[in-house]
């Protein structure tokens, strides 16, 4: 019998365990013992070269991770909500990491970057605490095909074959973006290789050109009349190379130094091997090959550095798409956060104690609009409170409870004037007690 986190009770004869069949053949199904070469993103080392020279690349997850925000955590019981809140903001990440948001930005970083990301709860020696939280590298992570099953694996330099994961109680795996059966996800960049490789042509040529103006090559060459020698043209040649030598040694000592050269009926020529007229010429079809990138990520582009206008502004349908892939990536997210947090509560003793988490506002908006924003909900709170006090006045509400319960349902009682309308109505409620003449 498997129990939790590598407890197991064993019979005497072990029997083995039979997995059903599907009838469709799985895209998982392999000759292989592993398949990594089946895998939909087949040089994970590929995106990390893309992302170390185009920069755009390499801000894509971060700029989603600060749009996903943070979450609070919620519970009736302030002992589970506080013992939660200092696992979140303490938790041990790898060796040298602390909090659960840098635990989630790797996985998510990972998810983004190379389509799936892979974590580990690493528990004390007495099983009774979390020493640490884990992040493999995506690069390594495989899949073997064994006993009917498909099971995770990790490459390693110690060991031959990939590493089976058996025990999974503790492993947490993650991969947002599955096609057709296949369980390792899809990058964000895994259509992006090819116009990679065009604006790094287009990157490296402008290098080249810059280079050659920056750093140029002279070409000189001595013309000689048809009166002068073939020893006076060597001679002219000699001073010329040595003056040469002697001024490129002083413009690298930071000093100036004139050249002079030629004899008698000579004539000195000097050109630049690629002059500045060389980067008039380079045609760069950066835009049509940024806007590619850009649409990929799903994100504006002055988001991603790119400024094409004095006017930057999230339009109403960028806003509606963004806020809707973050609650998208959110909703992948929220089955590991909440069985990582009940683990937690599982082995220090507080299984089954009632928690959640709540996301925080996705805010695209500037701070004029939000201010705006928050002035058109005051105004809406305070004509729906006009409105249910006219109705009690009418006498449509019986008694201060059942105006409390409206007030409840429409969460207005937060607010100073719904609290005003309750104890005004409980006031009234209240019987009066006659006072007796003296």
């Given at each position: 019998?498997?129990?939790p986190?590598g407890?197991?009770?064993r019979?005497r004869?072990?029997?083995k365990?039979?997995?059903?069949?599907?009838?469709?053949r799985?895209?998982?199904?392999?000759r292989?013992g592993?398949?990594?070469?089946?895998?939909?993103?087949q040089d994970?080392?590929l995106?990390?070269e893309?992302?170390?020279?185009?920069p755009?690349l390499d801000?894509i997850p971060?700029k989603?991770?600060?749009?996903?925000?943070?979450f609070d955590?919620k519970?009736?019981?302030?002992?589970?909500?506080?013992?939660?809140?200092d696992?979140k903001?303490?938790?041990r990440?790898?060796?040298y990491?602390?909090?659960?948001?840098?635990?989630?930005?790797?996985?998510?970083?990972?998810c983004?970057?190379?389509?799936?990301?892979?974590?580990?709860?690493?528990?004390s020696e007495s099983?009774m605490?979390?020493?640490?939280?884990?992040?493999?590298r995506?690069?390594?992570?495989?899949f073997?095909?064994?006993?009917g099953r498909?099971?995770?694996?990790?490459?390693?330099k110690?060991?031959a074959?990939?590493?089976?994961?058996?025990n999974?109680d503790t492993?947490?795996?993650?991969?947002?973006?599955?096609r057709?059966?296949?369980?390792?996800?899809?990058?964000?960049?895994?259509s992006?290789?090819?116009v990679?490789?065009?604006?790094?042509?287009?990157?490296k040529?402008?290098d080249n050109?810059?280079w050659r103006?920056?750093d140029?090559?002279?070409?000189?060459?001595i013309e000689?009349s048809?009166?002068?020698?073939e020893q006076?043209i060597k001679n002219?040649?000699?001073?010329?190379?040595?003056?040469?030598q002697k001024?490129m040694?002083a413009?690298?000592a930071?000093?100036?130094?004139?050249i002079f050269?030629?004899?008698?009926?000579?004539?000195?020529?000097?050109?630049?091997?690629?002059?500045?007229?060389?980067?008039?010429?380079v045609?760069i079809?950066?835009n049509m090959?940024?806007?590619?990138?850009?649409?990929k990520s799903?994100l504006p582009?002055?988001?991603?550095?790119f400024h094409?206008?004095?006017t930057?502004?999230?339009?109403?349908?960028?806003?509606?798409m963004i806020?809707?892939?973050?609650?998208?990536?959110?909703?992948e997210?929220?089955?590991?956060?909440?069985?990582i947090?009940?683990?937690y509560?599982?082995?220090t003793?507080?299984?089954?104690a009632?928690?959640?988490?709540?996301w925080g506002?996705?805010?695209l908006?500037d701070?004029k609009?939000h201010?705006?924003?928050?002035?058109?909900?005051a105004s809406?709170?305070?004509?729906e409170?006009?409105?249910?006090?006219?109705?009690?006045?009418?006498g449509?509400?019986?008694?201060a409870?059942?105006?409390?319960?409206v007030?409840?349902d429409?969460?207005?009682l937060?607010?100073?004037?719904?609290?005003?309308?309750?104890r005004s109505r409980?006031?009234?409620?209240?019987p009066?007690v006659?006072?007796?003449?003296?």
């Amino acid at each position: 019998m498997k129990l939790p986190f590598g407890y197991e009770l064993r019979k005497r004869q072990s029997e083995k365990v039979s997995v059903p069949e599907s009838q469709i053949r799985e895209s998982t199904d392999s000759r292989w013992g592993y398949w990594s070469h089946l895998a939909p993103n087949q040089d994970l080392n590929l995106y990390d070269e893309m992302r170390s020279t185009i920069p755009p690349l390499d801000m894509i997850p971060g700029k989603w991770f600060r749009l996903l925000g943070t979450f609070d955590i919620k519970s009736d019981n302030d002992r589970i909500r506080t013992k939660l809140e200092d696992f979140k903001k303490h938790v041990r990440v790898g060796w040298y990491g602390q909090g659960f948001d840098s635990f989630l930005y790797q996985m998510f970083d990972s998810c983004l970057a190379k389509g799936g990301g892979l974590g580990e709860m690493v528990l004390s020696e007495s099983m009774m605490d979390v020493d640490r939280m884990v992040i493999a590298r995506a690069n390594d992570i495989v899949f073997v095909k064994k006993d009917g099953r498909l099971w995770l694996a990790q490459k390693t330099k110690e060991d031959a074959e990939p590493r089976i994961l058996h025990n999974m109680d503790t492993i947490y795996y993650i991969a947002p973006d599955q096609r057709e059966g296949h369980p390792q996800g899809y990058s964000v960049y895994y259509s992006l290789p090819f116009v990679t490789q065009i604006l790094y042509r287009i990157e490296k040529s402008v290098d080249n050109a810059v280079w050659r103006v920056g750093d140029p090559t002279f070409i000189s060459w001595i013309e000689a009349s048809e009166k002068a020698g073939e020893q006076t043209i060597k001679n002219a040649k000699a001073d010329y190379i040595r003056a040469f030598q002697k001024a490129m040694k002083a413009r690298k000592a930071g000093k100036v130094r004139d050249i002079f050269g030629g004899g008698p009926g000579t004539r000195l020529h000097v050109q630049i091997l690629g002059g500045s007229e060389l980067l008039d010429h380079v045609q760069i079809p950066f835009n049509m090959v940024i806007d590619q990138i850009v649409s990929k990520s799903d994100l504006p582009d002055w988001m991603l550095g790119f400024h094409r206008s004095t006017t930057e502004r999230l339009s109403t349908n960028q806003a509606d798409m963004i806020v809707s892939k973050v609650k998208w990536y959110r909703d992948e997210l929220d089955p590991m956060i909440e069985r990582i947090f009940s683990t937690y509560l599982t082995v220090t003793g507080d299984a089954g104690a009632a928690w959640k988490h709540v996301w925080g506002p996705v805010n695209l908006l500037d701070e004029k609009e939000h201010a705006q924003a928050r002035l058109y909900d005051a105004s809406a709170r305070d004509k729906e409170l006009n409105i249910i006090e006219r109705l009690d006045a009418m006498g449509a509400y019986a008694g201060a409870d059942a105006l409390e319960q409206v007030l409840r349902d429409n969460d207005l009682l937060k607010t100073a004037l719904g609290r005003d309308v309750w104890r005004s109505r409980l006031h009234a409620d209240r019987p009066k007690v006659p006072v007796s003449a003296p």
